[in-house]
T-cell receptor, first 114, second 115 residues
């Protein structure tokens, strides 16, 4: 079945550092790929998405490129801020038997220190 | 703001009891899914409803059941609560199903604690 693997956390960075969170996936067909962010005590917010190979999703300075050849969707940001501290989930959505579900990775906690 | 509202936000129940969690979504979102997120884990798919019928289910026992109503609101019911049911329960809605792989819009979740 579908699965998502993302790098273990926590990741601790200084403000203005470069961020990479690795994500790889296994899926049948052509899934859509997502990054969700969860701030402490809150639900999930969609950060960015890509629906086909070579698409680049971007939002709030974050970006990720759908790489079908390496089945990856790594999240990057050039300069992180303290306010980016949160848990980031890589996810995919695929159609299966007439319904769709979102399959999530285990999450990577990011802590940005001043 | 995702337009998805869940209630209550927090809930404490005793082992063996039953619980009902609720979700309401913006008009037009006729697909609703429920997820269980244990502490420190990613959300796990419980089931999905489309036009008031369950059309997909994850690896959860039958004591997890649901309803979807004509106004697109939804309920998750859990019977015979176990300690391991303690988790954040997330509701997610989408405007279409079975066509384009659209993103899901999540509510803020209900934090259930079973003691």
């Amino acid at each position: 079945g579908d699965s998502v693997t993302q790098m273990e956390g926590p990741v601790t960075l200084s403000e203005e550092a470069f961020l990479t969170i690795n994500c790889t996936y296994t899926a049948t067909g052509y899934p859509s790929l997502f990054w969700y962010v969860q701030y402490p005590g809150e639900g999930l917010q969609l950060l960015l998405k890509a629906t086909k190979a070579d698409d680049k999703g971007s939002n709030k300075g974050f970006e990720a490129t759908y790489r079908k050849e390496t089945t990856s969707f790594h999240l990057e940001k050039g300069s992180v801020q303290v306010s980016d501290s949160a848990v980031y989930f890589c996810a995919l959505s695929g159609a299966l038997g007439g319904y769709q579900k979102v399959t999530f990775g285990t999450g990577t906690k990011l802590q940005v220190i001043p | 703001e995702t337009g998805v509202t869940q209630s209550p936000t927090h809930l404490i129940k005793t082992r063996g009891q039953q619980v009902t969690l609720r979700c309401s979504s913006q008009s037009g979102h006729n697909t609703v899914s429920w997820y269980q997120q244990a502490l420190g884990q990613g959300p796990q798919f419980i089931f999905q409803y489309y036009r008031e019928e369950e059309n997909g289910r994850g690896n959860f026992p039958p004591r997890f059941s649901g309803l979807q109503f004509p106004n697109y609101s939804s309920e998750l019911n859990v019977n015979a609560l176990e300690l391991d049911d303690s988790a954040l329960y997330l509701c997610a809605t989408k405007g279409k199903t079975g066509t384009v792989n659209t993103e899901a819009f999540f509510g803020q979740g209900t934090r259930l604690t079973v003691v």
